[in-house]
C-alpha cells in the first residue's frame, strides 16, 4: 500500500487527483491531505479518503475544521506551519497541487524525504527551480511534472537522449479572451476571465490562463525542469487543446503528445508512473475532430510571454520577483482595483524596478532570499495600486 499525501485537495487538481485514488482506494494509504478555506469540501475529502490528518492552510478556520471532522479520529491542524509539517510525514508519493509560492515549502519538504512528488504547483520551479532540482537530487527523489504540457514533454523525451533535443513546443489555448479584439481587453470583467473554452479549472488560474500568465511560468517552468536554452522554448496557441506539447529533434522529427483536455491524464501518469494503467478519460476520434490549428501568439495581446523571456535571462530571484508581482497584481484585478491589462503592465514595472536593483540576478537562491524577493514585489504592486 502506497503512503501518499496531498497538497492543495480541495481545488481542481486535487479533487480530481482524490477521482482517481477513489477508483482503487486499498491501494493507497492517505497520511494527509490540505486545503483552504472550502472547509466542507476540505473535511468530506479527508473522510471519503479516511486520511489520517487534515490540514487547513487558515488558523481561524481550525475550529470549523475540528467541528466538522468530529468523531471520525482524523487529526485536524491549521495554518502555514501545519501544512509544512504535514508534508515531512513519511509518503512514497505527494502532489503539490498548492496554488502560487506557498505550495514551494511543501514542495521542498516532499522531496526532502526522498518521496515522488508530483508537481502540479508551477511557481515551485518558477521561484526555486534550483534549489527544487538540486535538493530532489541529493535525496534520490523523483519529481514528475503535472502540468498538462510538462507532462507531456516529459512523456515524449522518455528513452531520448537530450542532447538530440532542438526544440520544446508548448501549446495554449489562448484563454478566454482569444478571439477578442486587443482594443477590447482593457474592459474585460472578473467574471469573463474566469471562463476557460476548454477546461475546467479554478478562477485564479483561469485568469492567468487569459492574460497568458499561466503560459509564462509554464515556459520558465520548462526552461527549469528540462534544463533546456530559452531559445529552444517556443509557445502556440492551439485552440482545440488537444496537443498539449511536442518535442524537436536534431533530426527534423517532432514527437507530439495528443489527448483529451483532462488533467487526470497528466495526474494518473505520475501516479502511476513508471507504469501506465488505465485512465477515465476521453479517447480521441481523429475523424471527428477534422483538424487542429495553431498560430503565434501575439505579444502585444500577451506581454507575459515577453516578459518571460526576460525573467530567463536575468535568472537569480528574477522567477521569486515575477511570480510575486503576478500574483499580487491578479489580486488587484479580482478585487476590482485594476483593470486586465492593468495587470502585465505593473508586472512589468516591478521586475524592471527589481532588475535595477544591483545583486538580483546573481543573489543565491534559498527560501529567505525568495521570500524575500516575493515580499518586495509584492509591496512593489500594492504601492502602485494604492
Not at 22 to 40: E, L, Q, S
Not at 88 to 93: E, S, Y
Request: with cysteine; glycine share 8%; proline share 4%.
Amino acid at each position: 500500500m502506497r503512503r501518499i499525501s496531498i497538497f492543495g485537495v480541495t481545488g481542481s487538481i486535487g479533487q480530481s487527483t482524490v477521482d482517481l485514488i477513489n477508483r482503487n482506494p486499498d491501494a493507497y494509504d492517505v497520511i494527509a491531505v490540505t486545503g483552504g478555506k472550502n472547509i466542507a469540501r476540505l473535511a468530506h475529502t479527508a473522510k471519503r479518503l479516511n486520511a489520517a490528518l487534515a490540514v487547513t492552510a487558515h488558523d481561524s478556520l481550525l475550529t470549523q475544521l475540528r467541528g466538522a471532522l468530529s468523531g471520525t479520529g482524523i487529526e485536524v491542524a491549521a495554518g502555514r506551519d501545519a501544512v509544512i509539517e504535514a508534508a515531512t510525514r513519511p509518503i512514497d508519493w505527494g502532489m503539490s497541487a498548492i496554488v502560487g509560492v506557498a505550495g514551494l515549502e511543501p514542495s521542498l519538504k516532499i522531496v526532502e524525504q526522498g518521496a515522488t512528488l508530483a508537481l502540479a504547483n508551477k511557481e515551485s520551479l518558477v521561484t526555486a527551480g534550483p534549489l527544487l532540482m538540486a535538493t530532489a537530487r541529493a535525496n534520490n527523489a523523483t519529481v514528475l511534472p503535472v502540468d498538462s504540457e510538462h507532462s507531456a514533454v516529459f512523456q515524449a523525451l522518455i528513452g531520448e537522449d537530450m542532447a538530440a533535443v532542438e526544440r520544446v513546443i508548448i501549446t495554449a489555448s489562448g484563454g478566454a479572451f482569444r478571439d477578442w479584439p486587443i482594443e477590447k481587453l482593457a474592459t474585460a470583467t472578473v467574471e469573463q476571465a474566469s471562463n476557460h473554452p476548454n477546461w475546467d479549472m479554478g478562477q485564479r488560474i483561469t485568469i492567468d490562463s487569459a492574460s497568458m500568465f499561466n503560459k509564462a511560468l509554464e515556459v520558465i517552468e520548462t526552461r527549469e525542469f528540462f534544463d533546456v536554452n530559452p531559445s529552444m522554448i517556443e509557445v502556440l496557441v492551439h485552440p482545440q487543446s488537444m496537443i498539449h506539447a511536442m518535442v524537436g529533434f536534431t533530426d527534423g522529427g517532432i514527437m507530439a503528445h495528443v489527448g483529451a483536455p483532462d488533467m487526470r491524464h497528466a495526474i494518473g501518469f505520475a501516479l502511476h508512473w513508471p507504469e501506465r494503467q488505465s485512465l477515465p478519460v476521453d479517447r480521441l476520434d481523429f475523424a471527428k475532430l477534422g483538424r487542429f490549428d495553431f498560430s503565434d501568439p501575439d505579444v502585444s495581446r500577451y506581454p507575459a510571454l515577453r516578459l518571460a523571456n526576460e525573467v530567463m535571462a536575468q535568472r537569480g530571484l528574477s522567477g521569486a520577483v515575477f511570480n510575486g508581482a503576478k500574483e499580487q497584481a491578479l489580486d488587484a484585478f479580482i478585487d476590482g482595483k485594476i483593470g486586465f491589462m492593468d495587470m502585465a503592465q505593473l508586472v512589468e514595472q516591478v521586475c524592471d524596478a527589481a532588475w535595477a536593483e544591483n545583486g538580483l540576478s546573481n543573489a543565491q537562491i534559498t527560501l529567505d532570499n525568495i521570500n524575500d524577493a516575493d515580499a518586495m514585489a509584492r509591496r512593489g504592486i500594492t504601492e502602485r495600486v494604492s
